[in-house]
């Protein structure tokens, strides 16, 4: 059975300080992987996309990884601010776009 | 930029009501999706449309029927409300060949119903 499961379930941090957020799946074949982020009673909004052949992907503070032989990725949060408060899904595409979505880390940034 | 709407952002409905949650998208998208949002459960698939009058079962079609007269219009119906039913409900949309962008979803604010 496809499954993504992510860790931590919820995580509190000082403004200012890194984290990392985890997500280990399980979805074969593999096509690609997404973080979106949801802020409180909004929709998800994508980050970004890892597909086989990328280990490392930077938007802004946000850097994800990949490694496809383990079935890991991880999104680090440099420098944390307040507005990052909010949950991280992860989400993996496998063979006939069938998309499973993991269960989401909800982060909170305290002053 | 791509814009998906929702037409309420909460709605409290009655055991037993016909309940209708419309979602409209403005990037002529082929594909249309309905979701529901439940504490420690994660984003699980209603139904899904890649084409006006298409329709596809996600994981949780039961309860559940849905609605896609034109391209940029998905609705969703519960036929008879339950409380169980009492969720967050998100509606996406995605371009059918994007082998670019990795077929990336683009969701609405959400529809937090109550059923009583």
């Known amino acids: 059975k496809n499954q993504v499961e992510q860790s931590p379930q919820s995580l509190i941090i000082l403004e200012g300080k890194n984290c990392t957020l985890q997500?280990?799946?399980?979805?074969?074949?593999?096509?690609?992987l997404r973080w979106y982020k949801q802020d409180t009673g909004r929709g998800p909004v994508s980050l970004t996309i890892?597909?086989?052949?990328?280990n490392t992907k930077s938007n802004g503070r946000y850097t994800a990884t990949l490694d496809a032989d383990t079935k890991q990725s991880s999104l680090h949060i440099t420098a944390s601010q307040l507005s990052d408060s909010a949950s991280y899904i992860c989400?993996?595409?496998?063979?006939?776009?069938?998309?499973?979505f993991g269960i989401g880390t909800k982060l909170q940034v305290i002053p | 930029d791509v814009k998906v709407t929702q037409s309420s952002r909460y709605l409290v409905k009655r055991t037993g009501e016909k309940v209708f949650l419309e979602c409209v998208q403005d990037?002529?998208?082929?594909?249309m999706f309905w979701y529901r949002q439940d504490p420690g459960l994660g984003l699980r698939l209603i139904y899904f449309?890649?084409?006006?009058?298409?329709?596809e079962k996600g994981d949780i079609p039961e309860g559940y029927s849905v609605s896609r007269e034109k391209k940029e219009r998905f609705s969703l119906i519960l036929e008879s409300a339950s409380t169980n039913q009492t969720s967050m409900y998100l509606c996406?949309?995605?371009?059918?060949?994007?082998?670019?962008?990795?077929?990336?979803?683009?969701f609405g604010a959400g529809t937090r119903l109550s059923v009583l």
């Open positions: 890892m597909t086989f052949s990328e």
């Open positions: 449309s890649y084409d006006v009058k298409m329709k």
């Open positions: 990037m002529d998208h082929e594909n």
């Open positions: 996406a949309s995605s371009p059918f060949t994007d082998r670019v962008g990795g077929n990336i979803q683009y």
């Open positions: 997500c280990n799946y399980t979805v074969s074949p593999f096509s690609n």
């Open positions: 989400v993996v595409r496998g063979g006939y776009q069938k998309v499973t």
